[in-house]
C-alpha cells in the first residue's frame, strides 16, 4: 500500500487506487483518464509495447505538473501512475485521476495533465510492429525516427 | 568524473545505459560534441539534457559528480 500521489510501476495499474489517492470529502467530481495500448496505428499493427521511463525525473514532473494544476485550478488534486516494461494490446499505460468541487475543472485539470505528460516526462515508447521495432520519437506528433533521430523533413513536419 | 544517462535509441545504439566518465567543468553542449565524437552513430542534434534531474540548456556547466541525462523525444502517456 502506498500512499504517493506519483508512481511509476513495472506491474498492472490498479485503477481504483489511483482513484482512491485523489477522494476528498470537498470533491464533486473525479475524472480518471485510462491510457491504453493500441493496436492499429494508420496502416501498422502494434503486437506489444515496451515504456522506459527515467524515474526519478519523471516523479519530479509529475510533481510538477500538479504544481501546474494547482496554480490554474486551485482546488484540484491529481495523482498519476505510469506502467514502464512489456505491456501487450489493451494494457493501461498511464492513469490520471482528478478530483475538483465541479466536474469541469476535473475534465480540463485531467487533459492538461496528459498533454503535459507528453511534453515534458521523460518516458518513452518502442513499438513492436510485425516487420520491426521502433523507438516513438516525437513528443506531439508520435512521428518515429526511423534512425533514431530526426531528419530534416521530420523536424520540419515536427515542432 | 560524472555520470551520462542514455535512454531508448540511445541506449540500444551505445549499449549501456550509464556512462561514467573524467568530464567536468564542461558545459553540456561540449558534452554533446564529445558523445558525438565518441559515438559517430549519434546525434544529439534534437534531443534535450538533463542535469540532476532538472531540464539543462546547452550552456549549463556541468560539475564533477553530477549526473547529465540524454532525454530523446519522449513518448510517454
Partial sequence: MTTSLFEIIDKPIDVEEVRQKVTSRNAGAITVFIGTVREMTKEKKTLHLEYQAYPPMAIKMFEQISKEIQERWPEAKVAITHRVGHLEISDIAVVIAVSSPHRKMAYAANEFAIDRIKQIVPIWKKEYWEDGTEWIGDQLENVPYPKGNPTISEEDFGD | ?77
Fill in chain 2, 1 to 77: 568524473m560524472i555520470n551520462i544517462l542514455l535512454f531508448a535509441h540511445l541506449q540500444e545504439i551505445i549499449g549501456e545505459p550509464k556512462l561514467t566518465v573524467e568530464l567536468s567543468d564542461r558545459t553540456v553542449g561540449q558534452i554533446k560534441a564529445w558523445m558525438e565524437s565518441q559515438y559517430p552513430q549519434i546525434s544529439l542534434q534534437h534531443v534535450m539534457t538533463a542535469v540532476n534531474e532538472e531540464f539543462a540548456t546547452d550552456s549549463t556547466v556541468i560539475k564533477t559528480g553530477d549526473t547529465i541525462a540524454f532525454i530523446p523525444p519522449i513518448s510517454g502517456g
